[in-house]
């Protein structure tokens, strides 16, 4: 085992080349699987076998003392690409449409030499950059390695091909048998499957309980994951294969559990501590916050009050001066004076000549004793701040006597770190259950802590909750939940995220399980403001701390803005190839087989399907059964025609003018409210991709309607009289109670009448006002609007339907 290989490997793949990004920009819109209750997108499947083949290459053959890029380097690129491109056949056929069974050659080509486009286009070859990263001259190679990836692939075409890379076929198998596994039955199947084809003895698996704190669950896998890699601690245990946000799997030899928590535990407080977590100074008030709640080095906590107070005083607030700089010196004593001043109130000082300064202070202020009382606070530390030289040797007294008793109160009675890895490893989310006046409102677990965040709050303080009771003022948080708090609320600011709204999270992830590299270096994006293009761009990363899932902070004002932010959290999982989940803030992080899923849907997304996406992009072709339309091209599709159209007429608020996706309400929302909705050419291919038999239905309505009544080219009136007249009669019919077979002998014989009676319509026969008729009460039945009820309700929709359908058939 060389562990510093395994690392070396990481970073020819992902750091020095463009790889991995390439991948993810050509595939990641596309399905790696038909089956879509086991599926992710195909650039994370490709780049879990490329992973986790290269970790399995370099565990077993580079020795302690090799070197990786001398004896293995030209091996693992190698490696690296031929996995890469071991479902170019899929590749092809989404990306151009080819037809190609297995991995043939014919498939290789279309790869590295594709047609031209629909429109004669010449299109680039080679999208994932196989030849830049790996050089020219290696196709014979690739295609003999992938040929022999799967045990069902058809290899006669490369049977004679003589290459010097035949002893990878081994990790190819490894890693996309791996990967796949790992789609339908998770990290266990990747383990099982692992042992099967490695030493049952080298293949470690560590389970860990899933918490309700994502960002903490993710921090403490990270850590674990870092332990067991020898990145901390002086031994290395293994090479880390991947994880999913409950179990790591390696290679390498076993960990005691206790040792691993032991580690974890004394590494965590490091890994909080890049988070930037703030105590609440304001200048009549303080408060340590979660400062005193979290074990994490005081050094730092008091580097945390000392810039809140050097900002309040280079802000003037509550004084009519400021500080363009707060002197170096008195920096330092800035944590003290802020106990001493704020968190003690105290009106006699360790000196006399503070004493007697502050009592000046106080009596220069004007107003009451209350307003005194508020203002002292600020104006005598920015008095001393202003005269910092005349006070050093009290201000050093006064450190000598604070300082102590801050540490105190900066050292936390429940240590929130030690509680959260005990949750980790013991197996229960919640150690203990409180009363109902003692549980935590996020989590139920025992809780002493009231939340009182205030008015910017994630969760209003006094808003409602299913574990306070109606008279209580305030919810009750477990320290584990308030350190979850604390670490969203530094990222929020980090990211300028205001936390005033109605805070919602998308969790963007590859897959439940994840090989291990990270694929994108940042734990969270900007916030999504709507329609804007705001999130953060994908960007690869090798780091084992590096977030399992990605955070994404959205706020909802409304409705129709909900439904803005959730077409542009769609469109970002289609564009990076990850999945996603909204939920609400503090959640336990659940993967979905969806590609989307959103737990805080409203009643417009569920009645236009956009609650859910089983798959990127549509079935192909050649799955005739369990056909979906339930994917992420259509929706997208679906929200632009909605932005389109409400953009043409002006809409406030146009995702909430549709309320259903069928043929009929689509053509009747476009033709009322756009000049030009016959011709838009967004429109007609979303019919005819996703509701072509109901608009193939009206189509034939409408020609049957143009031979009984003759082409009109004039006014939409002359066009839609001929099918007014029929559904006005349908509705007098069924109004009448007729039975089936005298309404359609009544409708004909209207249809005929209004058709013979007037001068253009041509010479009208019996047999073609029957036909007419007949194509409707099909179109009716069909769609399930043939009764009274629902053909009143939508007879101005199904005339603007026809004259649509009417306008293309001409």
């Known amino acids: 085992m060389n562990p510093d290989a395994a690392r070396d490997a990481h970073e020819t793949i992902v750091g020095s080349t463009d790889l991995y990004a390439n991948v993810i920009d050509a595939a990641g819109q596309y399905d790696a699987k038909v089956d879509s209750s086991a599926n992710c997108s195909l650039a994370a499947h490709i780049l879990n076998a490329v992973t986790v083949g290269v970790n399995a290459f370099v565990y077993e053959a580079v020795g302690e003392d090799e070197d990786l890029y001398e004896d293995y380097g030209e091996d693992v690129q190698v490696l690296a690409a031929a996995l890469a491109l071991h479902d170019t056949?899929?590749?092809?056929?989404?990306?151009?449409?080819?037809?190609v069974e297995g991995n043939t050659s014919e498939a290789f080509n279309w790869y590295f030499d594709p047609g031209p486009d629909k429109d004669g286009e010449d299109r680039d070859g080679d999208p994932f950059g196989i030849e830049d990263f790996l050089g020219e001259g290696y196709r014979d190679d690739l295609q003999y390695l992938v040929q022999r990836t799967e045990t069902r692939e058809?290899?006669?075409?490369?049977?004679?091909?003589?290459t010097s890379f035949n002893g990878l076929e081994r990790y190819c198998r490894i890693g996309d048998s791996t990967a796949s596994v790992a789609l339908k039955q998770g990290v266990e199947g990747v383990h099982d499957q692992l042992s099967t084809l490695m030493s049952t003895e080298d293949v470690q698996r560590i389970e860990f309980t899933r918490l309700e704190q994502p960002i903490l669950n993710d921090t403490l896998l990270g850590t674990a994951k870092e332990v067991i890699a020898g990145e901390i601690g002086d031994h290395t245990y293994g090479v880390i294969v991947g994880s999913s946000p409950d179990s790591i799997v390696y290679l390498g030899e076993p960990i005691d559990r206790s040792t691993l928590k032991e580690a974890?535990?004394?590494?965590?407080?490091?890994q909080i501590s890049t988070f930037q977590f703030e105590c609440k100074l304001t200048w009549n008030s303080f408060d340590y916050d979660i400062l005193e709640e979290i074990a994490i080095p005081v050094e730092r906590k008091e580097e945390n009050i000392r810039q809140k107070a050097k900002n309040l005083l280079k802000s003037g607030s509550g004084r009519d001066d400021s500080f363009e700089r707060v002197p170096d010196g008195f920096e330092e004593y800035l944590p003290v004076l802020i106990k001493a001043i704020y968190e003690n109130g105290w009106k006699e000082y360790p000196t006399e000549r503070l004493t007697t300064t502050f009592n000046e202070v106080y009596d220069s202020i004007e107003g009451g004793k209350s307003t005194k009382g508020q203002k002292v606070k600020v104006q005598f530390l920015a008095h001393l701040c202003e005269n910092y030289e005349d006070y050093r040797s009290d201000l050093e007294i006064l450190r000598d006597e604070v300082q102590h008793s801050l540490h105190d109160d900066l050292e936390p009675e429940i240590d929130a770190i030690g509680a959260v890895v005990d949750r980790l490893f013991e197996g229960r989310i919640a150690p203990a259950l409180g009363s109902k006046d003692e549980m935590?409102?996020?989590?139920?677990?025992q809780a002493d802590t009231k939340y009182q965040k205030g008015l910017s709050a994630v969760y209003r303080t006094q808003e409602y909750s299913r574990r306070v009771p109606p008279h209580a003022k305030y919810k009750s948080i477990c320290e584990v939940c308030n350190l979850e708090y604390a670490l969203l609320?530094?990222?929020?600011?980090?990211?300028d995220v205001s936390t005033n709204n109605s805070l919602e999270i998308a969790y963007f992830y590859f897959d439940d399980f994840l090989g291990d590299v990270r694929l994108r270096s940042n734990r969270v994006g900007n916030i999504v403001q709507g329609d804007g293009d705001e999130l953060d761009d994908p960007e690869i990363a090798n780091s084992l701390i590096q977030p399992q899932y990605f955070l994404q902070p959205v706020y909802v004002l409304d409705e129709n803005h909900r439904m803005a932010v959730v077409r542009q959290v769609m469109r970002a999982a289609q564009e990076s190839g990850m999945k996603v989940v909204i939920g609400r803030p503090f959640t336990r992080f659940e993967s979905a087989d969806a590609v989307f899923a959103d737990e805080e849907t409203t009643r417009p997304q569920e009645l236009l399907g956009l609650d859910e996406a089983e798959?990127?992009?549509?079935l192909p072709s050649f799955i005739e059964n369990d056909r979906t339309d339930s994917h992420l091209r259509r929706a997208l599709q679906l929200f632009k025609l909605m932005s389109m159209v409400g953009q043409d007429a002006g809409m406030s608020n146009p995702y909430l003018q549709l309320d259903r996706d069928t043929f009929h309400s689509i053509a009747n929302f476009a033709v009322v409210n756009h000049d030009h909705a016959v011709r838009l050419t967004d429109l007609k291919e979303y019919f005819e991709n996703y509701h072509e038999t109901e608009f193939m239905e009206m189509k034939t309505v409408a020609e049957r309607g143009i031979d009984l009544f003759g082409k009109q080219f004039d006014s939409k009136y002359k066009k839609t009289k001929i099918f007014r007249e029929a559904l006005d009669a349908f509705l007098s019919g069924k109004n009448q109670q007729m039975d089936d077979d005298r309404l359609i002998e009544y409708v004909e014989s209207q249809v005929y009448a209004a058709a013979d009676r007037e001068d253009y319509a041509g010479h009208a026969t019996p047999e073609q006002a029957k036909a007419f008729v007949e194509a409707i009460r099909e179109y009716l039945v069909e769609n399930d609007l043939y009764d009274l009820k629902k053909l009143s309700d939508w007879e101005n929709a199904l005339v603007n339907?026809?004259?649509y359908a009417y306008e293309q058939s001409l």
Do not use: H, M, W
């Open 89 to 99: 056949d899929k590749f092809v056929r989404e990306a151009y449409g080819i037809d």
């Open 154 to 162: 058809n290899s006669t075409e490369t049977r004679g091909v003589a």
């Open 264 to 270: 974890v535990a004394e590494r965590v407080p490091d």
């Open 440 to 445: 935590c409102f996020l989590c139920g677990a």
């Open 489 to 495: 609320s530094s990222i929020c600011e980090q990211y």
């Open 615 to 618: 798959r990127f992009g549509p």
């Open 801 to 803: 339907s026809y004259y």
